[in-house]
């Protein structure tokens, strides 16, 4: 999403219609610090955490003016909608994998048919702030299983500028309302995404992870729980969407839901996404889209972008091969 408060626009390759991404990272390009620049590893690139004081840094005020920015994501719809690359990319295919939940449990909720249904605070559902360019940025998360029991998944525009560089002081903070951190907030100790969106900024492969310090001695999983995950799922599912819309008419203060049946993108199909009924705006980009009817589903792909300013459809990433290999890199490390 572009400008503050709004959500973004951008060109659609096929027509002059404004395009929007739900949040992304940083105005200008931040070079790595030196000596730290990412690994890339079987498609996956990686990049470890050196910087201190995040948590510290994220006042209730610097939380509340964080931007739902969508410059990364808008240069990277308009490069996607016109590149070729897809004949490179790397067969999706595969067979359906499932990776269960770990507890906490929650109970499930009954759907709510509402594009922008208000919904309490989830435990493993938050929001994620984080710096690029010298400025602060806000989009959502969700807390996955993982072997390190310490994994956030998010949009890949939320912690790469997709390309370019990482985004530094990344934090996760689960069940945010109204500036409260009641399970507190967590700081990265490495971010992950495809090789195909840290190098090209590929709408394709828009997902990324992160993988938490312990806080307090205790892993993010044992705190708050976290979802089961699947990958290479058939087309055309329901699914409930969850995320923290800043732009206008929300603020991000509250947790939001949309609900409804994918259908695949027809004004861009090379990037191979797939919509809900859902008007989000920015600052939601990065919540988790769950199979079915509840936040007890498996998650199956995030908010990513939209079309037009005021959009009633949420776009997400497929979850194929290749974003799964970004999650198995994460959950290991």
């Known amino acids: 999403m572009r400008t503050p408060k709004t959500l973004a626009t951008s060109l659609l390759s096929l027509s002059a219609a404004a395009l929007l991404a739900l949040s992304a990272a940083g105005a200008a390009t931040a070079a790595p610090a030196p000596g730290n620049a990412p690994t890339e590893t079987s498609g996956v690139s990686s990049h470890t955490v050196v910087e201190t004081g995040g948590a510290e840094y994220w006042t209730e005020e610097r939380m509340r003016n964080a931007i739902p920015g969508d410059v990364l994501a808008e240069k990277a719809m308009q490069r996607s909608a016109n590149s070729k690359a897809a004949v490179n990319r790397p067969a999706e295919a595969g067979a359906p994998t ?141 699914y409930k969407a969850f995320g923290y819309p800043a732009a206008r008419p929300f603020n991000g203060e509250s947790l939001k839901s949309c609900s409804g049946t994918a259908t695949n993108d027809p004004y861009n199909p090379q990037f191979n996404s797939q919509g809900i009924p859902c008007n989000m705006t920015g600052g939601s980009s990065g919540g988790p889209w769950f199979i079915g009817s509840s936040s007890t589903g498996y998650q199956n792909s995030v908010n990513s972008y939209g079309y037009g300013s005021k959009s009633t459809t949420m776009y997400g990433p497929y979850w194929g091969s290749v974003i799964q290999q970004a999650y198995s890199t994460a959950a290991a490390s």
Not at 112 to 137: C, D, M, R, W
Not at 180 to 203: F, I, V
């Open 98 to 238: 499932t990776v269960e939940s770990q507890a906490p449990s929650l109970q499930a909720k009954e759907i709510q048919s509402k594009a922008n249904a208000s919904e309490t605070p989830v435990k493993h559902i938050g929001k994620v702030f984080f710096t690029l360019g010298g400025s602060n940025y806000v989009c959502s998360g969700n807390s996955v299983s993982s072997t390190n029991k310490s994994t956030v998944s998010t949009a890949g525009h939320c912690l790469n500028e997709g390309p370019g560089a990482f985004a530094t002081k990344f934090t996760f903070v689960p069940a945010y309302l109204n500036g409260s951190a009641p399970y507190g907030m967590w700081t990265a100790k490495s971010l992950h995404a495809p090789t195909q969106w840290s190098s090209g900024g590929d709408m394709m492969y828009d997902t990324g992870f992160a993988v938490m310090n312990p806080l307090n001695g205790q892993t993010l999983s044992d705190v708050v729980g976290a979802s089961g995950l699947e990958f290479n799922a058939a087309r055309g599912l329901s």
